[in-house]
């Protein structure tokens, strides 16, 4: 029996666990293939039948996982910048940590979805320096250098003080922040106390503030260690953020999101969730997390 038979047939029996367990221990191309044999063998739409015979948590997880990553994550920056005020630690999250090549099609598939171009839809929730780190990082193009040339990067910093006035130049930290590879963003911090015996993240709290300062904090965690990033967001246990880490790591670096976690809180995640989450939602988180 095929998945998507064997999930007709679970929707139809009320075996709501056994949908959930099928669903959440699949790959996603091998999700969408199954929504496409759904509406091909049924004439249902998969995800309209979810929505109507699943409910509450369990829901809301199997719907995420049957989108492509790319519509998913357009999903959640369109939750954040739409509802009663900005979530910016929800939109800083998802442009921090994907590649400029996902961040592109997230772009195309966001004006298809939403009717508006992401641009215009973050530069009208948001300003200042804020608003220039996340629109440089989501039209350019970050380099992928995974070996930073020292010399290079020294002379990016001495750049970063390096204006007629003598001050530093934030509009130069917005740019070298959304266009260097991780590992160049790495050996600039480094560098930079070095020189000038200052840490970078001080003078950016100092010279900019605000929401601007709290991402490039954040995107400093990430790239540090995404592990520990995506743990102690986990930690929280708030159901938004269980879905979204658990659907979009699962294929990604669950591995390295568990050993940070047991680092961390002395604890297995999986323990954790199975003593946290009930029902046929827990089952969907767990399978993810093994993942």
Do not use: W
């Not at 075996?15 to 293939?33: A, L, M, P, Y």
């Not at 954040?218 to 659907?247: M, Q, T, V, W």
């Not at 050993?259 to 969907?284: C, H, M, N, R, V």
Request: aromatic residues 8%; contains cysteine.
């Amino acid at each position: 029996m095929g998945d998507a038979e064997e999930i007709h047939n679970s929707l139809e029996n009320k075996e709501i666990g056994k949908v959930v367990e099928i669903i959440c221990s699949r790959t996603n191309e091998q999700r969408i293939k199954i929504a496409e044999a759904y509406i091909s063998n049924f004439g249902i739409d998969l995800k309209k039948e979810i929505e109507s015979k699943l409910s509450g948590d369990a829901k809301d997880l199997v719907l995420g996982c049957l989108l492509p990553p790319v519509d998913f994550d357009a999903g959640e920056i369109n939750k954040s910048i739409k509802g009663a005020g900005t979530d910016e630690d929800l939109l800083s999250e998802i442009i921090a940590s994907r590649s400029s090549s996902h961040l592109s099609q997230v772009k195309n598939r966001y004006q298809e979805l939403y009717g508006e171009t992401l641009d215009k839809a973050i530069v009208g929730d948001t300003s200042g320096y804020y608003q220039k780190i996340l629109i440089a990082i989501i039209n350019g193009k970050r380099s992928e250098n995974p070996y930073p040339n020292t010399q290079k990067m020294k002379e990016i910093v001495e750049k970063l003080k390096g204006g007629e006035d003598g001050k530093y130049q934030k509009d130069f930290f917005v740019q070298c922040f959304a266009t260097c590879s991780f590992g160049e963003i790495i050996t600039i911090c480094r560098l930079f106390e070095k020189i000038y015996k200052e840490n970078i993240l001080d003078v950016i709290k100092k010279e900019i503030g605000g929401d601007a300062f709290d991402f490039f904090k954040l995107l400093l965690h990430y790239i540090s260690n995404p592990g520990s990033f995506f743990a102690e967001k986990l930690h929280n246990f708030k159901e938004n953020d269980l879905n979204r880490i658990l659907i979009s790591r699962s294929e990604v670096n669950m591995d390295e999101i568990r050993e940070a976690y047991k680092e961390l809180y002395k604890t297995d995640l999986i323990d954790d969730l199975k003593s946290k989450i009930k029902d046929e939602y827990q089952l969907g988180l767990t399978i993810l997390a093994q993942k």
